[in-house]
């Protein structure tokens, strides 16, 4: 089992930043990738960001130049920097870290922090 903690939402302007944090812990040699999605009120949860193990990352398109995935594998952890925050950015976002197995794959949540960008 892997638990995911996230922190570091909150409130910013238009324009503004904010830098999320996620750890993992338990049974981290099982992660092979990590991520953050979000869910704004009343659409579907969505990726924003996703770095595997080795380094690779995989961004939205809405949010390509504006933010910024990276990882300590050592400390099974991830940070999102985001810039340049827009209202469309409203949600909660939510940490995941996957493990991947021949099958398919086994994701874990955070239970998410709210991130609110004012006008």
């Known amino acids: 089992q892997v638990q995911v903690l996230e922190s570091g939402g909150g409130l910013v302007q238009t324009g503004g930043s904010l830098r999320l944090s996620c750890a993992a812990s338990?049974?981290?040699?099982?992660?092979?990738?990590m991520g953050w999605y979000r869910q704004a009120p009343g659409k579907q949860r969505e990726l924003v960001a996703t770095?595997?193990?080795?380094?690779?990352?995989n961004y939205a398109d809405p949010v390509k130049g504006r933010f910024t995935i990276s990882s300590d594998n050592a400390k099974s952890a991830v940070s999102l920097q985001m810039n340049n925050l827009k209202p469309e950015d409203t949600a909660v976002y939510y940490c995941?870290?996957?493990?991947?197995?021949?099958?398919?794959?086994?994701?874990?949540w955070g239970q998410g922090t709210q991130v609110t960008v004012s006008s």
């Open positions: 995941a870290a996957v493990h991947m197995f021949q099958l398919g794959n086994e994701t874990y």
């Open positions: 338990g049974s981290t040699y099982m992660i092979d990738v």
């Open positions: 770095i595997t193990s080795g380094g690779s990352t």
